[in-house]
């Protein structure tokens, strides 16, 4: 089969931008190294659209979330990918979590039942240079020889930030005698998480065991290398300061413990991370504590004193590119038109974000193949408030990775609105009008 647009990357990214090609006729390559000729750090198995440090593509709410919001602008698109979480998903009070598993099956699925995709197991050590379209879909984990085949074509050094996994938890090993099913306010079904509560004391001893708990050390190249906020290690929050955990991933709020009918100090929470309800996750405790140190200091959280581990926490390097400077606002190389990048090495952070990047980079190829422009969604929806960021919104020289969030939206106009209308609402109503005509235009 003679393809038509050449995928490198079988993440969320090139998958759902595989997808959405071949849906509108357009034959496809997708390249993917794991199971071929390479492996990364972070992933387990070759399964394309594989979940790496979470099962959580966060809030389901399309009326006060913005990332609510985004999983209906590509539910509207015929995402393959909110499909699969869709149809895999797990208890998680108003967020929407997957069966990892699952998921990554399902989309596996999908694109090797698709007749328009080819999939091959390589690894591309190169930008192809034969007059097919190309889409760069390779992820933060990109190979070394293809992102110094980037560097090259861009003229500019990627950037790089550290992410970090969460720990994994069988949950028959997890003391229900302490712990307890509840969610935070009761959301969702109202019991999507284990609990584990924590007294004052409990929790300083905890935070001090933190702090002086052996981690990973650096390489000398490594050492100037910015964390995310999104998915900071545990025990960098801890060292912001003693309550900076309890405000955090740790906060109390919201759960009343059966023992004491009140809030505890501080609490760890877990999610549901298979169908089977066998594995649970540490929310928020992406780590880069040693794993037998991972093993010693989470034993100390009450309730997990015996806990096993399906996964200890890791961390990993990540890389991205200059995005507002390198593309234009389709996502084409600018240097290299014939080029288009997706997903997380644009710059954009989450499964989610990922994900809509790569929809919406198949979406310009799909009109340029067939002689037609598309405009970019329009900035007040969250798909156009994402690219906008990526492609020129941002500031280039102090660059990050960015979730989706309203702080990327324009501002609201209130002029003859109370200023106690509820903003999140005004922002989705909004959003939702526009996206609504863009799609039918």
């Not at 709410?61 to 590509?74: F, I, K, S, Y």
């Amino acid at each position: 089969m003679q393809h038509q647009v050449h995928i490198i990357g079988g993440g969320l990214a090139g998958s759902e931008a595989a997808w959405q090609l071949a849906e509108a006729g357009i034959r496809v390559k997708l390249s993917e190294m794991r199971g071929g000729a390479g492996s990364t750090p972070a992933h387990e198995t070759d399964g394309l659209a594989e979940l790496v440090c979470s099962n959580s593509f966060r809030s389901d709410d399309a009326e006060r979330n913005a990332v609510g919001l985004l999983h209906q602008e590509m539910r509207d698109m015929g995402s393959l990918i909110m499909r699969a979480a869709d149809a895999t998903r797990l208890p998680a009070g108003s967020a929407l979590a997957v069966a990892r598993e699952d998921f990554s099956a399902y989309v596996t699925r999908a694109l090797l039942d698709h007749p328009l995709i080819e999939i091959v197991r390589e690894r591309v050590d190169d930008i192809p240079d034969d007059g097919v379209p190309v889409i760069i879909a390779t992820g933060p984990l990109t190979a070394d020889s293809l992102a110094a085949s980037i560097a090259r074509r861009t003229g500019s050094d990627a950037l790089a930030f550290f992410d970090a996994i969460a720990p994994i938890v069988y949950r028959d090993s997890i003391d229900m005698d302490i712990c307890w099913l509840q969610s935070r306010w009761d959301k969702g079904d109202g019991k999507d998480y284990i609990n584990c509560p924590m007294d004052k004391e409990q929790y300083l001893a905890f935070h001090a065991a933190l702090m002086a708990g052996e981690k990973t050390e650096f390489k000398e190249w490594e050492k100037d290398t910015p964390y995310f906020d999104g998915c900071m290690p545990v025990e960098v929050m801890a060292e912001r300061g003693v309550d900076t955990l309890r405000y955090g991933p740790m906060k109390g709020v919201g759960l009343d413990d059966p023992r004491t009918g009140r809030w505890p100090y501080a609490c760890v929470q877990l999610r549901q991370d298979n169908a089977l309800g066998t594995l649970w996750n540490m929310v928020g405790f992406q780590t880069k504590l040693k794993h037998a140190e991972q093993v010693r200091v989470f034993r100390t959280i009450p309730g997990l004193e015996k806990a096993e581990f399906a996964r200890l926490g890791g961390l990993h390097r990540n890389s991205f590119i200059r995005s507002p400077i390198l593309l234009d606002e389709t996502l084409r190389l600018k240097s290299s038109p014939h080029i288009r990048f997706a997903g997380q090495i644009t710059g954009c952070e989450g499964y989610v974000e990922s994900t809509a990047i790569g929809l919406i980079a198949a979406r310009f190829a799909m009109a340029e193949l067939s002689g037609q422009t598309l405009n970019p969604p329009p900035v007040e929806t969250a798909l156009g408030a994402l690219l906008h960021h990526i492609t020129g919104g941002a500031e280039a020289d102090s660059y990050q990775p960015m979730n989706v969030n309203f702080g990327l939206f324009p501002p609201l106009e209130l002029q003859g609105r109370s200023k106690k209308a509820d903003r999140k609402l005004l922002y989705t109503g909004r959003g939702r009008e526009a996206f609504k005509a863009w799609l039918a235009a």
